[in-house]
Structure formats: C-alpha cells, structure tokens
C-alpha cells in the first residue's frame, strides 16, 4: 500500500473484544491453560522472592538496594538490585492473574493479587501519586527525570492490569486506585501542565484502555497529548535535564532515537532505538489514529511500518538484533546467533499490528501479527509454562536456554499476559461488521450494532488450514463479515452455507467480504491450503546469503540436533528436496513437523586436517524440522532456522 493508498483508504473503527467475551480452545487454549495453570503462580513467587513486595508495601520497611535472590536462576549474581521499574512487572503480573482466573478459577492466587492491590491503595498518596520507587526508594524527587526513570511506564502497566483484574474479576479497587492516579498526572500533565511524556512508551496505550472501559475521554485526551508532544522542540528532556543539574543530551544512548523522541511522531520515517519503546509507541499511535480518525498519523505509521517490515525485521517476526542498545541498527543487519529479539520486542509487533487493524481489515498487519504471534512471541514461553528466553535467535550452538528468571524481569509477564489475552486478538469488531483476524477454535460472544452475535470457529488451524465458523443470533442481523486470507496461503476456498463464495470479486485488503443477513445456525467455511515454502531473504541480508527457510502456514520451522542425524550446522538443503508434513500427537504437545532427505558434509576421511584442497563429501541424510517457537523444550543442542541450500 502506498502513502497515498493509505490516505484515501476508508476508516471503519474496529476495537478488540474483551478477553472474556472469547473462549479460546485447541491450540491457543493448551497454552492459556499453561499460563492458568502454571505460569501465573510463577510470576507471582519470583515477584515476592525478587522483593518486590517490600518495595510497595508501606507497612514493610524500606528495602536495601539489594537483597538477597534464593532461585535457582541463570545469571551467577546473588543479589537483585531494586528496580525502578518494579511496579510495571507487578502490574503485568496482575493483568496476567486476571486473564488467568477468569479461565480457571483459583481462590489462592486471586487472594494473593488482592492483598498487592492493597497495598498499592494504601501505598497510595492523597493526591493520587502512585509510584513506589519514588516514594519507598527516592522520595522527593517524583517527576524529575521522566526520560530515565519509567514513572509514567509503570502507571501504564498498572493501568493494564487494573483494567483486566476489572473485566475478570468485576472488582474496582485497583481500578479506582489507578483512576485517581490518573487524575493526578492530568493535573501535572495535562492542559497548561508541564510539557512531559515517558522515555519509555506503554502510558499511551494504556489510557486508551482506561479510557473505553471507563468512558472518561479525558483519559484518550491524555494519551493523544503525549504522543503529540514527542519530539517537539524545545526538548522537554533537555529542559529536564537542566533542572536536575545534568548536562542536556548526555545519556547512556547519547542520542534521543534511542526513546524515539528525535523528532516530531508524523515525521519519522524511520524505526530506530529500543525495539521495546519503538512497538509500544506506534501501537499508541494506533490506537489514537483509529480513536480521532488521524490520517497524519495513519500515514507517518505505514512509513514506518513499511521500514520494519522491508530492512529490520526477522522472518521469525523478532526484531532488534543488538543486545547493547536492545533494539535497531543498520538496515539489513539480521545476525541470526547474536539475535537478540527480545521477546518483549515480538510482544510489541502483535500490539501495533493488532491496533493498525483497528483502521479496518488489512492482512499487511494481520499477517505481521501472526508471524509475530506463533513465532517469535511464544518462543519466548517455554511449553510447561515455567521457563523463559529473553532472547530469541535463530541459531544456537547448544548454549541458548530458558531461565527461570532475570534481574530485569519484563518478558515473562510480558508473554504471559499475551498469551492468555489472545481471544481479543482473534477478532475485531465495529458497529456494522465482525473481522476474524486469526483462525483456531474458539467463540466469540459480540455485539454488533446493538445486536447479541456469536461466531463459533472450528479448527486444527495452525497444523490445518480447514477452518468452520457457524453463526448463532437470535433474529435476522445484518453485518459483514471479513475473513483474512493470510498471504502465505496460496489458494482458498471460501463457502457460505455450502455455496461457493468467488473470492477475486470478495477480497479487499488480504480480507474475504461477506455482507448479508445472517440467519441462526448459518456457516461459513474456508479452505487455506498450506504448502511447505520454502523463504530467501534479501541479498543485502549477508547473514542469510546462500541460505534458505522452512515455513508451513504460519509457522516458521527449525532444525533442532536432537531431531537430526548430524549437527543442524552441517547440513544443506538441496533445491529439489522435498518435505512430507506429519503430525506427531506426542512431540512438543502435539505438533506437525516436516521431514526429508538433505544433504551433510561428511567429516570421516578429513584425518584429523583442519585444511584441505578438496571439498568435502555430501552423504545423504534424513531431516525432520520443528515449529521455532518449540525449540529448547527437550535436550539441548545446536538449532537453526537458516539452512545452507539452492
């Protein structure tokens, strides 16, 4: 889509259904219930054995900087240095309960998630504030840094989690707590306040949240004030700066494209800096193009947008290579061992491509969203629930595993909360139409124009591409219905009521229209071939040259040595190699997976040389290739997803 197509395409407002309005089964259900069953709870103990309760309990004295840390984790430190931002990982611990016991109720840990919220309403000011690393940690000193000290990020997350422990468990306390907080940043931030915004970006989003569950537009008010403030000069951080005493402009990162805040939002053009940030403000960018109806913003975005997705992003669907700044660097610069897709960094991608969708059906974000989704999101969850990576590469010598746990915390509840919130991933809604982004089993109960609808889908999606959705509403209602032909799929077959539907004359945008009267038990189904493909990366990707990938439907695949005869890195993948997909009920959970015949550079008659003037042998092997997102669930050993090959 060009900029111009983007300015003139037409707006209908699509807002993602509440978590509980979707019961999520097959294979996104088996791992909520990992997070119901298991990851939750986790969360929640490493919190406490972090010490994070004492920082927020005003009853507790005051914490030393660091204290002791009793887990068996994967870093050699055995202190935890108290963490500014504490309250963001509470928060999302919180969000990730409340999605948790509205799938399976657990009296323990809802009691557990009561007492925190107690003691934030305690910990609490009189005027609202709310912050325990400035008033247990630095008292005195609240709103003098916002670049570096993620204030405004951990009320963000506080706000997630209050509005979700809101829609799942029907109480208010925290929800009330955060609304007074909010009122007080109104007060600092908003009209004729001080000029602000984060340095770490998530407030934004989270007042769009706050404010359609409230109905309090003072909230969306804020949230479009911060965003437009970004980058404007004169630069409230330098200002920032020099009340603190601190030269302008000299930070860690030296530069403000680190928390891109370099220029104006509608004139970047560029996705640079801290992947996290990056994510988390085009997604609240998004939110508030599609609230206001902003082209300037809807445009400045598919710039970016169009950026990512052609020079910086991973066929996997991580993004930010580099582990010294967390995020960008050069175009075309993929690394695939020293990846550092950051599973936070994927989290965010599926946040803005689901709040682009929010402007309409597009299957140019919900594509992104699923690769992101299946891929290099939860890779970052261990199947069982209980360990995790922080970074996802796409190859490892044998050496890349799960932790228990890290210093810096972000990515568990992160992928944790997702996971367990993907119902209101799966659909949109607007006043006149239902959008049905992503296929798998599962109902959604809506309500469309004022009318009760539910669409019940039936799927082995994403091992199979058959997918049936049946339609339950108590009258005759007229609605559209769009349904995402997702772009790896090279052919379809669309049929209402077992009549075909003629998807050229259909489909607008990657989306099958069906615009009708729906009748009570009427049904919908849709055919998505998937075909093992195989996928080149730019010749300017020097990582990739020579190389080549394995996709089947929405998954990308990868050797694992456990699977293979030889090392994945010996391995070359013929032009003429052919794959039979098979699934296996009793690997990974149940999981299809592709095997064939290669090719491996035999290294019996080298005697002992490290040089020679002949090439090695080729032998034929057998080869059997797993979903990414599994991988580093059973014994250890090398991985790839870039395979050598014609």
């Known amino acids: 889509m060009t900029q111009a197509d983007a300015a003139a395409a037409p707006r209908a407002r699509f807002r993602p259904p509440a978590v509980p309005d979707v019961e999520v089964r097959g294979f996104w259900g088996a791992r909520i219930d990992a997070v119901a069953s298991r990851t939750a709870d986790i969360l929640y103990q490493r ?3 972090a010490g994070m309760l004492e920082q927020i309990d005003p009853d507790r004295p005051v914490p030393a900087q660091s204290i002791p840390f009793h887990l068996d984790h994967d870093f050699t430190a055995s202190t935890v240095t108290t963490q500014m931002f504490w309250d963001s990982d509470l928060g999302k611990t919180i969000e990730t309960a409340a999605y948790s016991l509205y799938r399976r109720p657990n009296p323990a ?27 247990r940690m630095q008292p005195g000193r609240r709103w003098t840094n916002l670049r570096d000290c993620h204030e405004l990020y951990c009320a963000g997350h506080l706000i997630e989690g209050a509005v979700a422990y809101y829609q799942a468990t029907g109480k208010r306390k925290l929800l009330d ?3 007074r907080y909010v009122d007080h940043i109104i007060s600092v931030f908003g009209p004729g ?121 991973y066929v996997t669907g991580g993004l930010g290579p580099s582990a010294d700044n967390e995020g960008f660097t050069a175009d075309y610069d993929l690394p695939n061992e020293s990846a550092y897709a950051e599973t936070c960094a994927a989290v965010g991608l599926a946040f803005w491509a689901s709040r682009m969708l929010g402007m309409g059906p597009n299957a140019r974000y919900a594509d992104s969203m699923e690769l992101a989704l299946y891929n290099g999101a939860i890779s970052g969850l261990s199947l069982d629930g209980a360990t995790f990576f922080y970074e996802n590469p796409l190859e490892s010598r044998g050496d890349h ?65 058959a997918v049936r959705i049946e339609v339950t509403v108590e009258a005759p209602t007229r609605f559209t219905l769009h349904l995402r032909i997702p772009g790896w799929c090279p052919q379809a077959r669309l049929a209402v009521n077992g009549g075909a539907v003629d998807l050229a004359a259909a489909t607008r945008n990657g989306y099958a229209t069906i615009e009708r009267d729906w009748q009570n038990g009427d049904s919908v189904t849709l055919d998505l071939a998937m075909p093992v493909q195989r996928l080149y990366a730019n010749p300017q990707v020097r990582q990739d040259a020579g190389r080549v990938a394995l996709r089947r439907g929405p998954l990308i695949y990868c050797l694992e040595a456990v699977d293979n005869p030889v090392p994945p890195s010996r391995i070359r993948l013929p032009r ?35 040089y020679r003037s002949e090439p090695p042998a080729a032998e034929p092997v057998p080869i059997r290739a797993v979903p990414y997102f599994a991988w580093d669930n059973r014994e250890p050993g090398e991985m790839q997803v870039w395979l050598r090959g014609g």
Request: aromatic fraction near 10%.
């Open 193 to 313: 306040g001080q000029e602000g915004y984060c340095g770490h970006e998530e407030i934004e989003l989270a007042l769009v949240k706050l404010a359609r569950v409230t109905g309090d537009e003072r909230y969306m008010a804020l949230a479009k004030t911060f965003i437009d403030r970004r980058g404007q000069e004169p630069h409230y951080f330098d200002g920032e700066a020099r009340a603190r005493g601190d030269e302008p402009k000299t930070f860690h990162f030296k530069t403000y494209e680190y928390n891109q805040s370099h220029e104006p939002v509608r004139d970047q053009d560029k996705v640079v800096g801290h992947a996290v940030r990056a994510m988390y403000l085009y997604s609240g960018m998004a939110d508030i193009a599609t609230e206001y109806g902003d082209d300037s913003l809807r445009v400045a975005l598919d710039r970016l947008w169009d950026d990512l997705h052609s020079k910086r992003l």
């Open 576 to 610: 003429q190699a052919r794959f039979e997909a098979r699934f296996e009920p009793d690997l990974l959970g149940g999981a299809t997976v592709l095997a064939g015949e290669a090719e491996a550079e035999a290294v019996q008659d080298w005697d002992g040389a490290l």
């Open 47 to 49: 919190c406490v054995e």
């Open 401 to 465: 595993h799960r932790w228990t746990w890290h210093r810096c915390p972000c990515c568990p509840p992160n992928i944790a909360r997702l996971t367990a919130s993907i119902g209101s991933y799966i659909y949109g809604v607007a006043d006149d139409a239902v959008a049905v982004h992503l296929y798998g089993d599962s109902t959604a109960r809506l309500e469309v124009g004022g009318h009760p609808v539910r669409l019940t889908q039936a799927s082995r999606y994403p091992w199979d591409g």
């Open 109 to 135: 840990l809802e009691a557990k998630v009561d007492a925190v919220i107690d003691m934030y309403a305690r910990l609490q000011q009189p005027d609202g504030y709310l912050s325990s690393w400035y008033q």
């Open 177 to 179: 707590v955060m609304c």
